[in-house]
């Protein structure tokens, strides 16, 4: 189950697809004879470092770069640029790959007008949002590098489906992820319509099933379900086991979210029985069907069955071989939530202190008391939900034993939420989705004012 498709290296997709384009630059080429033999010895050289010294490989791609510059051939600076660019964030300098983009955009001599050059640029602008949606988590902040790439391949008249659910399906992704719904449903609707004009039925399959999300979280109930059903047909039909598994989670968890759970505990197990099915199991795939099991499980009331789900999940999605960081964090909260269900408060912060270090790496105290650093507080709603089920967890044992110590603890944990809170509240673009996060925000509003008020009564006393 991924997010994004796999990258594959732009320049070969670039030379195989467009070295043949009639829209050529109104540039003529002006490399000298011992230009294009510097180039050649560089670009010979410079395939040693590209996973060994990326340093030394930006510095032989700047260096051509510059003869290109000279030549006036803007499309295979572009290309350096973004070579560039690639080395870096495929090996982890994250912040080295956004320097070169913005020093890309400083040196930009003349606007980009023929195909090559705009698909290469549009390409950067998505290797940057990829890095701020996927590594840093920064949602709000990838979409307008999205946007920028969607712009110039709009220019080009370049889509393909592939390149559709490179650029649409990410962006609607990230876009989900910022409670930004009604833009989501804009870019997936944009991915689907192209997947279906060159007929691609994995770029329809891959859409589908996350197109019915932003559709769930606006309630729009039969929407979802429809896109949903509409991927498991068509992934049954051509055998991908792989999207069928996800179109029937995704089934399970709507029908969870609506209340009935008769129907998402058969598309649960409908799924598990695509999954034996699956030659090549992934991980994460595998983890989130257990955590839907684990929830069904849960609203029935099968709790102990539901705790073997939930730590499943979280073994699954631990060892995975993609960031799965976030969704680990989600798993505990549930199943943190389950034991409070129960009232077993102190497995329940158990449960919830794993979740904030999976959303906060650098917070390392398995002290169930203990809290992050505002600082290290950042626009995340698993962390909203964490910070405010350790304060109902203490807020209740409070009750049970009259202790201030518990009350403090439960007031510090709500205040932290609402710091969480009121930094979700600034990043929500879309109004209709800010109306809803704002309805759903007075619970712990309420809560911590009543956890407030229940500390001062005590202080009167």
Known sequence: MKFSACISNVIFILVTIFSSCNQKSNHSAKLSSSDSVFIAEWKTKSVSYYKTNQDSFALLQLQIAAKYKQADQLGFWLNCYDTTIRAYRKHDSLQKAIDCFTSLYQNLWREPIDSISLITLAESNRQIGYIYYSNMEQYKKCLSFYDEGIKLMDQAHAWNAPLAVRFFKAAGNAATRADDYQRALN????????????????????????????????????????????????????????????????????????????????????????????????????????????????AMKKYNQAAQAYSKAIELMGRSDERRRRECGKIYFQFGSMYLQQSKEQQALEKFQSSLQCFIPEFKSRNTDDLPDSEMLYDENGLLETLEGKGDAYLNIFKESASKKYLHLAIANYHSAILVLNKRNKSIADESSLIKFNESSKGILAKAKTADSLLLNSAVQ
């Open 187 to 298: 870019y997936f609707e944009r991915c689907y319509s192209i997947a279906l004009m060159y007929h691609d039925t994995t770029a329809m399959l891959k859409t589908l099933n996350d197109w019915g999300i932003p559709y769930q979280e606006v309630e729009k109930f039969d929407d979802a379900e429809r896109c949903f059903r509409q991927s498991l047909n068509l992934a049954t039909s051509v055998d991908s086991m792989e999207q069928a598994i996800d179109a029937g989670t995704n089934l399970s968890a709507l029908f969870l979210v609506t209340g009935k759970l008769d129907s998402a505990l058969k598309f649960n197990k409908r799924a598990f029985e695509y999954m034996s099915h699956w030659k090549e199991k992934e991980d994460d795939s595998q983890g989130a069907l257990y955590r839907s099991q684990a929830a069904i499980f849960t």
